[in-house]
């Protein structure tokens, strides 16, 4: 079974400080990892994707397999960065999406 | 860019009627749509999953008879709520997705059941 966790249901940081969000998953084959972001009123919207290994707005996120983990960081907050992060999960084409519960990011100035 | 329309934003009916959710993909076909439910300040919740021209395979827990789920062409899914309760009011966003090309959501509908 497919399973994503974010341990940290808030998390507040200054402006210009690292901020690291937690994410582990559990799934017995080869997973795609995501990380969607949703701004205040707004949809959801793609913020990484593991495979394309590119950083987005100063995120980045490694998949280490040998820790089933795919935290996202950035190394220096900014205020526009405060939104809900989910990561979630797929195994992969068009295979269903499972999503953590949620990071709330608070960038306080 | 792909883009997904959901409609309508928002809607809100007596307890006991229907309600119809729909979920385009425009400039692109989708091959598989999703239905999520997202509670207030919780996460989203999947609650099935719809390809073109079959049936929608519902996650544990979900009833396929409350929530109807039609994806009768490559841009279109609608989800139904029958018989409508306040227990169901909520928010109910769509996804959809292209082989292996990302998923793309819509802007959700909120729900409201009186």
């Known amino acids: 079974a497919q399973r994503v966790t974010q341990p940290e249901k808030l998390l507040s940081v200054f402006k210009g400080a690292p901020v690291e969000l937690k994410c582990n998953y559990s799934?017995?084959?080869?997973?795609?990892l995501f990380w969607y972001v949703q701004y205040s009123r707004q949809r959801l919207q793609l913020l990484l994707r593991h495979i394309s290994r590119e950083s987005i707005k100063g995120f980045t996120a490694d998949l280490n397999k040998g820790e089933t983990s795919f935290h996202l960081k950035k190394p220096f907050a900014q205020e526009e960065d405060s939104a809900m992060y989910y990561c979630a999960l797929s195994g992969g084409g068009s295979e269903k999406l499972v999503f953590g519960k949620g990071t709330k990011l608070t960038v306080n100035p | 860019g792909a883009v997904v329309s959901q409609h309508p934003s928002w809607v809100i009916c007596k307890s006991g009627t229907s309600v119809k959710i729909e979920c385009r993909s425009l400039d692109f076909q989708a091959t598989t749509m999703f239905w999520y439910r997202q509670f207030p300040k919780q996460s989203l919740m999947l609650m099935a999953t719809s390809n073109e021209g079959s049936k929608a395979t519902y996650e544990q827990g979900v009833e396929k008879d409350k929530f109807l789920i039609n994806h009768a062409s490559l841009t279109l899914s609608t989800l139904t709520v029958t018989s409508a309760h306040p227990e169901d009011s909520s928010f109910y966003i769509c996804s959809a997705t292209r082989q292996s090309r990302g998923y793309t959501f819509g802007s959700g509908t909120r729900l409201t059941v009186v």
């Open positions: 799934y017995s084959g080869s997973p795609e």
